[in-house]
Nanobody
Framework: QVQLVESGGGLVQPGGSLRLSCAAS????????MGWFRQAPGREREFVAV????????FYADSLKGRFTISGDSAKNTVYLQMNSLKPEDTAVYYC??????????????????WGQGTQVTVSS
């Protein structure tokens, strides 16, 4: 059984920062990439960013480039999402997910096999 455990969510004021972590554990598996999605109430789950283990390549949703940074630590099987200059519209449940194959440039939720339970991020004054 593979488990993805997120941490680091919480309440932050507009303009603030948060760093999310996602640690993978469980049976040995080969993760091609790990990424983050988010889902706000009444909205579909949307892609945030992905980190490919092989070369450390990163990809972001266009709207989040420059504010969010994804990174990975292979020794810890952990990915991080640094979120800066947060806005109220960033409020959502953030989910970590793992891909077990190369999906090319398609990062829809269906291309990710394993999911974490989600962590709430609330941006409010």
């Amino acid at each position: 059984q593979v488990q993805l455990v997120e941490s680091g969510g919480g309440l932050v004021q507009p303009g603030g920062s948060l760093r999310l972590s996602c640690a993978a554990s469980g049976r040995t598996f080969t993760s091609y990439a790990m990424g983050w999605f988010r889902q706000a109430p009444g909205r579909e789950r949307e892609f945030v960013a992905v980190f490919r283990w092989s070369r450390g390549n990163t990809f972001y949703a266009d709207s989040l480039k420059g504010r969010f940074t994804i990174s990975g630590d292979s020794a810890k099987n952990t990915v991080y999402l640094q979120m800066n200059s947060l806005k109220p519209e960033d409020t959502a449940v953030y989910y970590c997910a793992a891909q077990t194959y190369n999906s090319g440039t398609t990062y829809s939720p269906s291309t990710f096999t394993y999911w974490g339970q989600g962590t709430q991020v609330t941006v409010s004054s």
